[in-house]
């Protein structure tokens, strides 16, 4: 055999071993679309390590925040499909975006393959601790009294919480002034230190307000969330038609294949069944998700002909 003939089928021989290598083989990249301290980031950092420890690799969390989530998300969508790169995803970039930008870097259909529902959160109506509204009513009081003159915050525009104030400004009549933050973390920054009077947040705010730092006034679910007992909802205020929230899921480049989506799906859902991750979760103001990449899917489908009606509402537009 010449030379070159033997360094060939040596080098076809390495890739062989290399390709038959079980996966995960090294370490896993999870893109996070937002800053660090946010509600995506907060979940991605609750399942990274015990998610890791079943695939027997690390799960390395990676920010690229900006443009609501579609920075990050676009890195994602041209990654190579190989399962080394999966995205946090989140209601913002895969649903929302696409009736809010008139164009995207990337489908958020067609350039994903949805692996698993992790878990949902309400937006929860907050204020600083030394505003003067105690209740959710007596804030609405305050907004009709002087319109246009509170402020609120959000992760940016089409975010859930832009969105859920939309919703209470259309159910209530309220003229109230948005400010939109790059993230949900500065917002709250700003919160705390009276720079904006209300934040619907995400229950990234949970520890803020066990704190003593944030007032919880309401939330904007069906039912009371159970890390908050004694938070109304606002359909108990007489407040109708507000329900929002982020949900979190694991997703890989479309083209990835269905053997390594499979896996990562059973390992995180085996994952999300422990008690260690529902205490974790349920500290979080979430529930553990699961179920299979189809019905992740559908459950993505429902939520962008949903949000095409809510982002007609608030009025927003990004070019």
């Known amino acids: 055999m010449t030379g070159a003939r033997w360094l060939g089928a040596v080098l076809l021989a390495?890739?062989?071993?290399?390709?038959?290598?079980?996966?995960?083989?090294?370490?896993?990249?999870?893109?996070?679309p937002w800053p660090p301290g946010g509600g995506v980031d907060t979940a991605?950092?609750?399942?990274?390590?015990?998610?890791?420890?079943?695939?027997?690799?690390?799960?390395?969390?990676?920010?690229?925040?900006?443009a609501a989530g579609n920075i990050g998300t676009e890195l994602a969508a041209r990654a190579r499909p190989d399962g080394y790169t999966l995205l946090m995803g989140s209601v913002s970039p895969n649903a929302i975006n696409v009736h809010l930008y008139s164009r995207l870097g990337f489908d958020p259909v067609k350039d994903f393959a949805p692996v698993l529902y992790v878990t949902a959160v309400p937006n929860?109506?907050?204020?600083p601790?030394?505003?003067?509204?105690?209740?959710?009513?007596?804030?609405?009081?305050?907004?009709?009294?002087?319109?246009?003159?509170?402020?609120?915050?959000?992760a940016g525009v089409g975010s859930s919480q832009h969105l859920a104030a939309a919703m209470l400004i259309a159910s209530t009549g309220i003229n109230i002034v948005h400010v939109p933050y790059k993230g949900t973390a500065g917002a709250e920054t700003d919160l705390i230190a009276g720079h904006i009077a209300l934040l619907l947040d995400t229950t990234a705010c949970l520890p803020?307000?066990?704190?003593g730092k944030m007032k919880a006034l309401a939330v904007a679910a069906k039912e009371r969330n159970?890390?908050?007992?004694?938070?109304?909802?606002?359909?108990?205020?007489?407040?109708?038609?507000?329900?929002?929230?982020?949900?979190?899921?694991?997703?890989?480049?479309?083209?990835?294949?269905?053997?390594?989506?499979?896996k990562v799906n059973a390992e995180a859902n085996a994952m999300l069944r422990t008690p260690e991750m529902r205490k974790r979760l349920?500290?979080?103001?979430?529930?553990?998700?699961?179920?299979?990449?189809?019905?992740?899917?559908?459950?993505?489908?429902?939520?962008t002909v949903r949000y095409a009606e809510v982002v007609k509402l608030s009025g927003a537009k990004m070019e």
Request: proline residues 10%; aromatic residues 6%.
């Open 208 to 211: 803020f307000v066990a704190a």
């Open 129 to 154: 601790a030394n505003s003067t509204a105690n209740t959710a009513l007596e804030l609405i009081a305050e907004a009709r009294a002087n319109p246009g003159k509170l402020n609120y915050g959000s």
């Open 282 to 303: 349920a500290e979080f103001g979430g529930e553990p998700g699961g179920g299979t990449p189809e019905e992740f899917a559908r459950f993505i489908a429902a939520e």
């Open 14 to 32: 390495c890739a062989g071993v290399v390709q038959g290598e079980p996966y995960p083989s090294q370490p896993i990249r999870l893109i996070v």
């Open 44 to 66: 991605a950092r609750i399942i990274a390590q015990p998610l890791g420890q079943r695939l027997g690799q690390s799960v390395v969390i990676e920010n690229r925040p900006g």
């Open 226 to 262: 159970p890390a908050l007992p004694n938070v109304p909802t606002f359909d108990e205020l007489g407040v109708p038609g507000v329900l929002s929230g982020a949900w979190y899921g694991l997703m890989a480049p479309a083209g990835t294949p269905r053997e390594i989506i499979d």
């Open 124 to 127: 929860i109506l907050v204020v």
